[in-house]
Nanobody, 124 residues
């Protein structure tokens, strides 16, 4: 079974907003920190935001700080990425990932489960 499924991507104008959702299986969600990564064409996958299982700690990359917000609804096994004031440089494939434990990390190799990725395109 697919463990993580992203939704909510698409095309949006610069300055607009988009909310990504990631629904996970209970096995891939419960007790785990969740994160979003993204990858633009020709670039390495980069960390975007993460939140611990408890929600007590979050981390947002400087490139999106003040514009993106990560949240989660543990009852629904879902993590969200609210993206506001979108810029063309935000364009890329966004991936949801589940860590091995409660605490997040910014190293993609430390995550156990990954979604298939979803395209976000910001037009100018």
């Amino acid at each position: 079974q697919v463990q993580l499924v992203e939704s909510g991507g698409g095309l949006v104008q610069a300055g607009g907003s988009l909310r990504l959702s990631c629904t996970a299986s209970r096995r891939a969600f419960t007790g785990r920190a969740m994160a979003w990564f993204r990858q633009a064409p020709g670039k390495e996958r980069e960390f975007v935001a993460a939140m611990t299982w408890s929600g007590s700690m979050t981390y947002v990359a400087d490139s999106v700080k003040g514009r993106f917000t990560i949240s989660r609804d543990n009852a629904k096994n879902t993590v969200y990425l609210q993206m506001n004031s979108l810029k063309s440089e935000d364009t890329g494939v966004y991936y949801c990932a589940a860590s091995s434990g409660n605490y997040y990390n910014i190293d993609a190799q430390m995550y156990d489960y990954w979604g298939q990725g979803i395209q976000v395109t910001v037009s100018s």
